[in-house]
């Protein structure tokens, strides 16, 4: 498998906490939402080579748009309010192939 497809999907939530008072996603539920989602494909056996990966990141430079994540290869960034929000990106962007419209950014 080549580098580029060592993932179907890559998901990164930025956890950025900025020290200046703006607005940041680390103070946005980020922490406990990346780790719903990382815990959700791994009941679903969806992570691994070849599956999903979901990880941290420092700044993603949206911050003042919401908590952001993005999904690559597609580079699709989305917003996410509550884990709700983080089930359907899952459901329908990770599992389904199609991005969803209300949530990104």
């Known amino acids: 498998m080549s580098d580029e497809s060592f993932y179907k999907h890559h998901v990164f939530f ?18 406990d939402a990346q780790k719903h989602a990382k815990k ?4 679903m056996d969806m992570n ?4 999903v990966r979901i990880n941290q990141s420092g700044c993603l430079d949206r911050c003042e748009e919401g908590p952001c994540l993005v999904v690559y290869p597609e580079g699709v960034w989305y917003t996410y309010v ?3 929000d983080i089930d359907d990106i899952i459901d329908s962007h990770l599992i389904g192939g199609k991005p969803v419209d209300r949530l990104k950014i």
Do not use: F, L, P, Y
Request: glycine share 18%; proline share 0%.
């Open 82 to 84: 509550d884990t709700e």
């Open 14 to 31: 930025c956890m950025n906490v900025r020290e200046d008072g703006r607005r940041s996603c680390g103070e946005h539920g980020a922490a």
């Open 48 to 51: 691994g080579q070849g599956k």
């Open 40 to 43: 959700r494909i791994k009941q």
